[in-house]
């Protein structure tokens, strides 16, 4: 289940949604994020990179935030401008330091099995940012510049 | 949809031909069980054929590489075949290039065992 709450004012558009702590979860949120971007004119290959960043940040959310916790959910923003999609992954979990995450290319930790998420997010889109969510947990939030329509 | 996983012999190369998605879940872990299941069986030379896999995520990278380390503890080889180029993209990003031996031919990968 979720909960959806669309706002349109000016040229701002944002859809703020609750996620429940479920890998169904990473699903709904690539696809309301790739409807929003479709609509917004990005093209196929940025797609799939905008799509693959999302479901990244969101099984974040699910599996190392919330801990697949059926009492906290996961908190989608998403906002579009003339000039670029805006959205925020947010989880109500303990939170955490990026620094404590090894880094996925320094060779002896190639062969990790795990810890190439935030990575791969840095990788597919245009900013990123990770911090502390209020009151509790962590969220990221991935931008995407949008082409001007000519 | 996720990943659907056959295997055939090619001479004393088992190729595993892999189609869909491999992601956190059921598409990682069935690739895990398989590797293992080779590797135990004594499968030293696997050529994994990703030509029909159309996404993979941060887990399912972590599955490649956990297969790569089983069949490598067992003494075998594990290479790639096929990928495409969001794959491809993947394994630069990831720096797993460095790691993994990727082939675009079957024929020339199967000779690489020899």
Partial sequence: MSAMAENQSGEVQTMEVLLDSTLESVDEAESIVLRIAGEAGVEEDDLHALGMAVREAAVNAVVHGNRYNARKKVHLNVSRTPDQLSITIGDEGEGFEQKSIPDPLAPDNLLRQSGRGLLLIRAFV??????PRQPRGTEVRLVKYLAKAS | MSVKLSTRQVGDVTVIDASGRITLGEGASTFRDMVRDLSAAGHKKLLLNLGDVTYIDSSGIGELVSGFTTVTNHGGQLK??????????????????TVFEVHDDEASAIRSFQ
Avoid: M, S
């Fill in chain 2, 80 to 97: 790639l075949l096929g990928l495409n180029k969001r794959v491809k993209d993947l394994l630069q990003i990831t720096k797993l290039y």
């Fill in chain 1, 126 to 131: 245009d900013e990123f940012e990770l911090r």
